[in-house]
């Protein structure tokens, strides 16, 4: 008896000793999903003395830069794990901006653990679990090089570190971080956690944030849409209950007391109990800097399937509405009730019509992709 109590005192302290640290440690790292197809292409970061080689898509290398370019476009993968095809999407739509000479474009590639096989990734190369990657989670500890890890967001950081060459891009005046589905995720966490973006102004290079069809959203406070009047407030069994009455036939309803709904602050989806790279900054320090940053929240005005396979039907997603297109605008309410309407001076929230769920048709779109990436009229 008491060796099964010691054992599983030990089991209970090897799970919660990374999340006392801040440090989320997968337990679902062995998923089968792989890469489509991986881009051939590396640039090189640290996370301390280990240098990694990231895979990316780009229309030009970084190590080469840009003498004419202004806008830097930085575009993140889906769920699919498809960064060479946004990549060739985006690029398409730069030309159809007319901003190919003015424009670079890089397509960094966040491979998963099934990739090292699939893909013969050298050993350099981090892989993540195959969503963790679109919240700004760490690569997954393995052996040699892989034994560091290092958070997606900050391979963002370096990538746009990089562009602080004058003596490679003496142009660029203009970065964009945009990703659609999962990488719309992406982009609404990184947007609101990262550190560079003041970094990144003194340097002369404005910021802009792109999120599009996302799943769901990092929320600034503990409030959430009520499913009965759409007023903001913190989810309680009742608010459970009532999201459950509109679920439709045949979904499984929600437990008011489990683990999702009862955590569904936790981040990604709140502020509580951040993983290490949001957790650098303090709560006060990342919604301070939040209110002032450039960003943009597209939804496809036709993305509003309730059964599409990509969308989160966790409690901690559905308190924040039942579709994509519900979320968007919820999520919006819910910056002005948290900002106030000086959020309209600098972050939009742009439906865009005749569109659903697809990274091409909005990165192509005149009132999406090519207004809100190329400032295109």
Same mark, same amino acid.
């Given at each position: ?57 780009? &229309?030009?290398? +970084? *190590?080469?830069?840009? @003498? =004419? ?5 930085? !575009? #993140? ?61 760490? &690569?997954?500890? +393995? *052996?040699?090089?892989? @034994? =560091? ?5 900050? !391979? #963002? ?221």
């Amino acid at each position: 008896m008491i060796r099964k109590t010691v054992l599983l005192l030990l089991f209970t302290l090897f799970i919660s000793f990374p999340l006392l640290l801040g440090t989320y440690v997968s337990l679902y790292a062995d998923s089968n999903k792989t890469s489509p197809q991986m881009c051939e292409k590396r640039f090189n970061v640290r996370a301390g003395s280990q240098r990694f080689s990231i895979p990316y898509c780009r &229309s030009r290398a +970084l *190590s080469d830069g840009h @003498s =004419t370019a202004t806008r830097a476009v930085i !575009v #993140i993968q889906s769920s699919s794990l498809n960064a060479s095809d946004v990549y060739q999407w985006m690029w398409e739509a730069a030309g159809r901006a007319n901003s190919q000479s003015k424009t670079v474009v890089f397509a960094p590639q966040f491979p998963v653990k099934k990739d090292i096989a699939a893909h013969n990734l050298e050993d350099n190369v981090p892989v993540w679990e195959d969503w963790e990657w679109a919240v700004g989670g760490n &690569s997954l500890r +393995l *052996s040699g090089a892989r @034994s =560091t890890q290092i958070s997606s967001f900050d !391979v #963002i950081d370096q990538l746009i570190r990089a562009f602080y060459d004058r003596g490679k891009f003496p142009r660029l005046r203009h970065v964009v971080v945009v990703g659609q589905s999962a990488g719309g995720q992406f982009v609404n966490r990184y947007a609101i956690t990262n550190g560079i973006h003041e970094e990144a102004k003194k340097k002369g290079l404005s910021m802009r944030y792109v999120a599009m069809n996302a799943s769901h959203y990092l929320y600034l406070d503990k409030k959430r849409p009520s499913p009965v009047d759409g007023k903001l407030r913190v989810p309680n069994a009742n608010f459970i209950r009532a999201i459950n009455h509109q679920l439709p036939a045949g979904e499984t309803p929600h437990d008011p007391e489990g683990a999702n709904c009862r955590n569904y602050n936790d981040y990604p989806k709140g502020l509580d109990n951040l993983w290490s790279y949001p957790a650098r900054r303090s709560i006060r320090t990342i919604k301070r800097n939040y209110r002032r940053r450039d960003a943009r929240y597209l939804i496809g005005a036709l993305d509003n399937n309730r059964n599409d396979a990509g969308l989160s039907k966790k409690c901690s997603s559905d308190v924040q509405g039942l579709t994509r297109l519900t979320r968007a605008h919820l999520y919006w309410a819910h910056l002005k009730d948290v900002y106030g309407n000086m959020i309209r001076r600098y972050q939009k929230l742009v439906k865009v019509p005749g569109i659903g769920h697809g990274s091409r048709n909005m990165f192509n779109h005149p009132l999406g992709g090519l207004k809100h990436i190329f400032d295109h009229r």
